[in-house]
Structure formats: structure tokens, C-alpha cells
């Protein structure tokens, strides 16, 4: 659950469902990662980073997203967002108050790093 994979820094009704992780082959000490994403209506998550590349897709609803130096970017079911590994996630929040939202995250990440950081 949420609490496993992001660590307490996390909103506690964001939910994450760990999909898969596997080696990279040909890039040393890197691995992909897939999780699922559900923000209930309302649901955000605190100022964090993730020290990897990190590619959105929304399954369900309407998210709000923007790093730090970037436009916040309201996306919808079918649209994408990246993440730099370098970037502080400012705003990742459900956009509706009355439906829940639903997204793919997958990184690429040192193979021993957290998923989740605090910002600074």
C-alpha cells in the first residue's frame, strides 16, 4: 500500500498499487517501476521528488500537476506528464472534489533509491 512504497510523507488517502519493477538491461544498477496511482475526491499529495524519470498516464478523472519552474497543467484520461529526476513534484492533486482520479506512474530509477524524497 501507500505507506509501503511512498513512505509516511504521502497523503494518507493517495493509494499506490505496485504493478511491476524490473532490471534494465544494458543500463547498469537501473530499474523500471510501474504503479497505480488513486487520488480519492480531493486527494493530493504533499511537495516531494522522486529522483528518477517518472512518466504520468491518466486511466480515470482529472489531475492536477506542476514541478517546480513548470506550468501546472490540468490533465485528463489519455494525457501524459513527465517528471525529471532533478524536478520538485509542487502540485499533484486530484482535480475534482466529488470524483475519484486514477493514473500509471512509470519510473526509471536507481535500482536502490526510494520511490519518494522529500523536496529539499
Known sequence: MATSLWGPSVHAATSVTPLITHDLQGIPDKEGAMVMVGYPPGG???????NASVFVYV???SIIM???GGARVTLKEGQTFFEGPDDVHLIGRNASQTEPARFLAFFVKDRTAPFVMPAH
Open 44 to 50: 493530493a499529495d504533499p511537495v516531494h521528488r522522486h
Open 59 to 61: 486511466l480515470k478523472g
Open 66 to 68: 506542476q514541478v517546480e
